[in-house]
């Protein structure tokens, strides 16, 4: 591991369209996550402009994970050259390293360490909305877990809503599998195309049965199933649209939940 470039270049979390933005090492972060034995001492990284940069002149093949950014990160930064990614493993030593400032709030989607957004109210009150729409319908067998973490073969997402079989202290020493999520929740305004991007890949790579997007940008509910699993190119077979005056019927292990109205879910914004 050596230090090639020692800029900092920072751009705001909106410059990608994305409403995130993936994390850029400072110098320190990256030497603390080498005096920690983040990485093996031998791998071929380097710090470039904040990312970690494969070096190309040790030449393939490399024996870790790498890859281009997906496009909801790449934006106008010329960020689109081969990158050091994470393991969930590594992720974890970067976590326990404490290298990254305790106040970031960061997960792992496909190997990449993203900054979450700054959260606002109504995202907030749509999750609050939601929890309690759910709460009302699951029974005592499953439990709400609001911006936890997901432990996946590629990644620990928090989605901002999750069900989960019960009981409470079910997940006390590990998160949760995608086996054992019924139902994943995201709320997206600026974070819309990341949502339906980076996360609905993720996602389906790893089996997440049902994925709801409370779309906030349009005011809809937008439903995936049927994931495709491990292949190329990960997506879901199916995509349905719920309108404000539509009515979603969620099923959890098999029983169909009374329908829940898209407004017990997304409060619409008054029309100007």
Do not use: C
């Not at 997206?188 to 049902?210: E, F, M, P």
């Amino acid at each position: 591991m050596t230090t090639a470039h020692r800029t900092i270049f920072q751009v705001s979390p909106t410059a990608s369209g994305s409403g995130v933005r993936l994390h850029r090492f400072t110098v320190d972060e990256y030497d603390r996550m080498a005096e920690h034995g983040v990485f093996g001492k031998n791998d071929p990284i380097e710090l470039l402009d904040g990312r970690l940069a494969i070096k190309l002149d040790d030449g393939p093949p490399y024996g870790v994970p790498l890859g281009i950014p997906p496009s909801e990160f790449v934006g106008q930064t010329a960020e689109a050259f081969p990158q050091r990614r994470f393991t969930v493993a590594e992720y974890h030593k970067l976590l326990e390293s404490q290298a990254l400032h305790p106040a970031l709030r960061t997960e792992l989607v496909e190997g990449w360490v993203v900054e979450k957004m700054t959260r606002n109210a109504r995202h907030d009150s749509t999750v609050q909305r939601a929890s309690e729409a759910l709460g009302k319908r699951i029974g005592k067998k499953w439990k709400l877990r609001l911006q936890s973490a997901v432990t996946m073969d590629d990644g620990e997402p928090e989605p901002d809503i999750a069900v989960v079989p019960g009981p409470v202290g079910r997940f006390d020493d590990e998160h949760p599998r995608p086996s054992e999520v019924e139902l994943l929740i995201e709320i997206s305004d600026t974070t819309l195309r990341y949502d339906r991007g980076s996360k609905l890949r993720d996602y389906a790579r790893n089996g997440i049965r049902r994925y709801l997007i409370l779309n906030l940008v349009h005011n809809q509910i937008e439903e995936y199933q049927d994931p495709s699993g491990p292949t190329d190119q990960p997506k879901y077979g199916s995509r349905h649209i719920y309108k404000h005056d539509d009515e979603v019927v969620l099923e959890l292990g098999g029983k169909r939940l009374k329908p829940i109205r898209v407004d017990e879910f997304i409060r619409p914004l008054p029309q100007r």
